[in-house]
């Protein structure tokens, strides 16, 4: 048994949430690089290996430092994905942004719904133990949003996320696709809006998922079993 694996994007984000496990030899921790394409990737690749070792994962956790929708969540909360959302995963059109589902292409043609819950078992357990967390869907977007427009449009199609990233959605889909729960666990950096990188507070938003991880633990289950079994 090989616990949880947990994906971030960038190394200061894996050694943040290593520095606040309670018990590392459960949880594998490994920076994927930024951005959907590469996260799931690498997550499907490692889910590949362990599985083929006789060692699959028993969930995957996408995590690190996330946008917050302003007047949702602070720069420095914490955030738990009940879904993660392929934000923009669609078409354009004169009348607005498309999403997947309804470009006319046969349900069975797409793979993965465009919004993937949390597991549900997992998602308890983490709010349990992390109740300062604020809880609601996750945007995954391939481009950072950076205007007012942009944002506003955002909040128009998704009036109930708290959260944008780069990866969860794709981590997820990888997960989907090996049968294994997943979640996703977000700190904030930002407050999404028109474009400030000099203002993003890696640093509070670091501290927080150190603080965070401690909710990776164990379940009675894997505590019972060595990794490595
Ligand atoms: O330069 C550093 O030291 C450093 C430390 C930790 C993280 C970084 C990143 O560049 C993280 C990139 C990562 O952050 C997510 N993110 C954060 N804010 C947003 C946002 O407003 N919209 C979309 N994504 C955001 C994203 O998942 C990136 O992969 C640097």
Same mark, same amino acid.
Do not use: K
């Given at each position: 048994?090989?616990g949880?694996?947990?994906?971030?994007? +960038?190394?200061?984000?894996?050694?943040?949430?290593?520095?606040?496990l309670a018990d590392p030899t459960t949880v594998?921790?490994? $920076?994927?690089?930024?951005?959907?394409?590469?996260?799931?990737?690498?997550?499907?690749?490692?889910?590949?290996?362990?599985?083929?070792?006789?060692?699959?994962?028993?969930?995957?956790?996408?995590?690190?430092?996330?946008?917050?929708?302003?007047?949702?969540?602070?720069?420095?909360?914490?955030?738990?994905?009940?879904?993660?959302?392929?934000?923009?995963?669609?078409?354009?059109?004169?009348?607005?942004?498309?999403?997947?589902?309804?470009?006319?292409? $046969?349900?069975?043609?797409?793979?993965?719904?465009?919004?993937?819950?949390?597991?549900?078992?997992?998602?308890?357990?983490?709010?349990?133990?992390?109740?300062?967390?604020?809880?609601? $869907?996750?945007?995954?977007?391939?481009?950072?949003?950076?205007? +007012?427009?942009?944002?506003?449009?955002?909040?128009?199609?998704?009036?109930?996320?708290?959260?944008?990233?780069?990866?969860?959605?794709?981590?997820?889909?990888?997960?989907?696709?090996?049968?294994?729960?997943? +979640?996703?666990?977000?700190?904030?950096?930002?407050?999404?809006? $028109?474009?400030?990188?000099?203002?993003?507070?890696?640093?509070?938003?670091?501290?927080?998922?150190?603080?965070?991880?401690?909710?990776l633990g164990p379940?009675?289950?894997q505590a019972?079993?060595?990794p490595?079994?």
């Open positions: 048994m090989t949880l694996l947990v994906v971030t994007a +960038v190394p200061a984000e894996a050694e943040a949430v290593r520095q606040g594998t921790v490994v $920076p994927v690089g930024v951005g959907p394409a590469v996260a799931g990737a690498a997550t499907a690749r490692l889910l590949a290996l362990a599985e083929a070792a006789g060692r699959p994962y028993q969930g995957v956790v996408s995590a690190g430092v996330a946008g917050g929708f302003p007047g949702r969540v602070p720069v420095g909360g914490t955030v738990l994905g009940d879904h993660s959302v392929a934000a923009d995963l669609g078409a354009e059109s004169p009348e607005g942004f498309l999403p997947v589902e309804e470009l006319g292409m $046969p349900a069975e043609l797409l793979g993965a719904p465009s919004v993937l819950a949390a597991d549900p078992t997992l998602l308890t357990r983490l709010r349990q133990r992390l109740p300062g967390a604020t809880v609601g $869907p996750v945007l995954t977007v391939s481009t950072v949003t950076g205007t +007012v427009t942009s944002t506003a449009a955002l909040v128009a199609r998704h009036p109930t996320a708290v959260a944008e990233a780069m990866e969860g959605y794709a981590v997820a889909v990888a997960a989907d696709q090996a049968r294994l729960p997943f +979640v996703e666990l977000r700190t904030i950096s930002n407050p999404i809006g $028109p474009r400030d990188r000099a203002a993003w507070q890696l640093g509070t938003a670091l501290t927080a998922l150190t603080a965070a991880a401690a909710a379940t009675g289950d019972a079993t060595p490595g079994c």
